[in-house]
T-cell receptor, first 114, second 112 residues
Framework: KAGVTQTPRYLIKTRGQQVTLSCSPISGHRSVSWYQQTPGQGLQFLFEYFSETQRNKGNFPGRFSGRQFSNSRSEMNVSTLELGDSALYLC?????????????FGQGTRLTVV | GENVEQHPSTLSVQEGDSAVIKCTYSDSASNYFPWYKQELGKRPQLIIDIRSNVGEKKDQRIAVTLNKTAKHFSLHITETQPEDSAVYFCAASKGGYSTLTFGKGTMLLVSP
């Protein structure tokens, strides 16, 4: 079974630009969550999608948005990029949700904002 | 919302020693507590988890204990090896369709 795939692996963007990250979950997994990982801050939850609906949302500004398609693939968009958005963005998939079952993480997309 | 505190932030041990990482959580409704290991440059992976109806769980050299009254849980690694060197994250959830709240991580360094 293929694992969680994130593309691209690396991105360099300029302040003010926008960016779209992609996540393909494990086949059959309907829940996809996104996390921002920065040094010293751990994994901060952005949002979760389940069957094309946003089911949970973290405490991030509206510049961060996402969506999920009928095949469970998910995209995350960040508009008006700021220097502080530089981070590793991880997505994780699971069958029903991470609340009580294993979350399978992708390798992440390293975003650098200059 | 849930808040998870994790200590220490860095832990250095000699090969063969034991390592203990502690986490506290704030929401008494939390009932699922997984631990993830992230090696340098790699993705986080689940190493062990525990649910609130269990006080302790072991898997070879790894064990997790849970004290619901005190709202804290701990990861114990015995006979540490250099390949145990990684960042370890604890997390808590209220189960069901709830999300995971992660601690800030502990960097474990095991010296040969």
């Amino acid at each position: 079974k293929a694992g969680v795939t994130q593309t691209p692996r690396y991105l360099i963007k300029t302040r003010g630009q926008q960016v779209t990250l992609s996540c393909s979950p494990i086949s059959g997994h309907r829940s996809v969550s996104w996390y921002q990982q920065t040094p010293g801050q751990g994994l901060q939850f952005l949002f979760e999608y389940f069957s094309e609906t946003q089911r949970n949302k973290g405490n991030f500004p509206g510049r961060f948005s996402g969506r999920q398609f009928s095949n469970s693939r998910s995209e995350m968009n960040v508009s008006t990029l700021e220097l502080g958005d530089s981070a590793l963005y991880l997505c994780a998939s699971s069958l029903q949700g991470h609340g009580n079952t294993e979350a399978f993480f992708g390798q992440g997309t390293r975003l650098t904002v200059v | 919302g849930e808040n998870v505190e994790q200590h220490p932030s860095t832990l250095s041990v000699q090969e063969g020693d034991s390592a203990v990482i502690k986490c506290t959580y704030s929401d008494s409704a939390s009932n699922y507590f997984p631990w993830y290991k992230q090696e340098l440059g790699k993705r986080p992976q689940l190493i062990i988890d525990i649910r609130s109806n269990v006080g302790e769980k072991k898997d070879q050299r790894i064990a997790v204990t849970l004290n619901k009254t005190a709202k804290h849980f701990s990861l114990h690694i015995t006979e540490t090896q250099p390949e145990d060197s990684a960042v370890y994250f604890c997390a808590a959830s209220k189960g069901g369709y709830s999300t995971l709240t992660f601690g800030k991580g502990t960097m474990l360094l095991v010296s040969p």
